[in-house]
């Protein structure tokens, strides 16, 4: 049974979970502790408190958050920072069938639990370009990426990320950057990100990723955005 076979056999059970663990939030319960109590009460796995910890939020952090997503209409003419390995892991978890849920803020992830990784594939330069070429019919005026330096191979990414944009014939560049987080925030550009940490924080994001994979309708992507 595949994650996604597994996610739809347990579903009511996490419907449920959900639903206890945004109680506990909204009267302002730590998430870690919250989490933990219910998973506990549910009987559930690893991959379900995964889910859990990644999509479920209280009801006024999901307000402020879709406040600060823009669509894709609005990208016209912007400058925009991209997150880049939080975004290329995202479009792989797509391109590889592994379970991706659009969360209850509005926001695409995948729970694969990759944090602070990335690994290069067949697929990688194919996925950047999509990312450019995506960009280049939102008509944003500029990308500028940045992609962990700690991470391996992240000096080639950026540099092969700098060959698309120009082959592409798009304006930006690409960079590595020991806290991306704290470029993003820092950078006056409009952030291109999924990862809760630096949307609950950015003025304006757009989850791209989440926009290239809603557009597929792919058979790996499971909704609580209206749990």
Not at 57 to 74: D, L
Not at 89 to 102: A, K, P, W, Y
Not at 106 to 114: A, L, N, P
Request: charged share 35%.
């Amino acid at each position: 049974m595949d994650d996604v076979q597994w996610v739809k056999s347990v579903w009511d059970k996490l419907i449920r979970a959900a639903e206890d663990l945004r109680y506990l939030l909204n009267r302002g319960y730590k998430r870690e502790s919250a989490v933990d109590f219910v998973a506990n009460r549910y009987v559930l796995d690893r991959m379900a408190r995964s889910i859990l910890y990644r999509c479920i939020y209280s009801s006024e952090c999901v307000k402020r958050v879709r406040e600060r997503a823009i669509g894709p209409s609005e990208l016209k003419d912007e400058k925009v920072a991209v997150d880049g390995f939080n975004v290329l892991n995202t479009l792989q978890s797509f391109r590889d069938g592994r379970l991706l849920v659009l969360c209850d803020d509005g926001v695409v992830r995948d729970v694969s639990e990759v944090h602070g990784e990335f690994r290069s594939t067949s697929t990688t330069e194919e996925l950047i370009r999509l990312i450019v070429k995506t960009l280049k019919e939102l008509k944003v005026a500029e990308a500028f990426f940045y992609y962990e330096s700690q991470i391996s191979k992240s000096g080639e990414i950026s540099a092969l990320t700098r060959r698309i944009l120009q082959e592409e014939g798009m304006e930006g560049s690409a960079d590595t950057e020991k806290s991306v987080d704290s470029a993003l925030l820092r950078d006056k550009r409009l952030v291109i990100s999924s990862d809760s940490v630096v949307i609950h924080k950015a003025d304006r994001f757009f989850d791209l990723a989440g926009y290239i994979i809603l557009r597929e309708k792919p058979h790996n992507l499971v909704s609580l955005k209206n749990v």
